[in-house]
Every structure is written in structure tokens, then in C-alpha cells.
């Protein structure tokens, strides 16, 4: 069992940036693919970025490549997004996620969620 605490959202102009951060608790992290994934009013979860568990490869959404980076720490059992240049479209719940042995990025396919942070940005 793995648990997910996000922390790090907020209210950010347009253009500027956020860091959200993900402490994993129990389980075996380092086993874990990473996943951070959003939630607009009216709409349906989407993933925004992912990583690897092993070799640390990254995935984004198109929306979101070139602005967003997501990163891990496997000691400090951590997964960070920083999202820079942001847009309003950008606001949502933010969930991070976890999916063991298996970079599959569908939002049916992991296999723990954080309890979300919210990121609004106003323009």
C-alpha cells in the first residue's frame, strides 16, 4: 500500500510558476512508476507527465511539454512537477499517482492517488 501526499499548489498569475511536490509513504517507491495527473471543473482526469521507475524516462501531455518537468527523488521517496509559463487552462486539482512496475498512463491503470491539490491560475 502506498500513500500519496501532494503539496505545493496555489493561485499563480499567468506566465508564472508552481512547484508541486508528492511524499510517497509505505510500499516500495522506487518500484513505482510516477504519474501527476489533473482535474478541470466539468471534466474528466487527464494525465499531464509521468516517470519511469526505472532509468527515469519522462512522458508529458502534449499541452504541457516544453513547460512542465517532472523529476524524482527515490531516497527522499518524492516526485516533483514543476510547471512554469502557465495558462490559464493549466487550473484544475492536480493528483499525483502511482502504478507499480507498469508505465501505463492511463488514469484506470494506477493503482494509488494522492488527495489533490488544487493550482489555479488567473489571468
Known sequence: QVQLVESGGGLVQVGGSLRLSCAASGGSFSNCAMGWF?????????FVAGISWVGGSTYYAESVKGRF?????NALKTVNLQMNSLKPEDTGI????ANYFDSNWDVGAM???GQGTQVTVSS
Do not use: F, L, V
Not at 69 to 73: F, G, K, M, Q, V
Not at 94 to 97: G, I, L, R, V
Open 38 to 46: 489533473r482535474q478541470a471543473p466539468g471534466k474528466e482526469r487527464e
Open 69 to 73: 518537468t517532472i523529476s524524482r527523488d
Open 111 to 113: 493503482d494509488y492517488w
Open 94 to 97: 492536480y493528483y499525483c499517482a
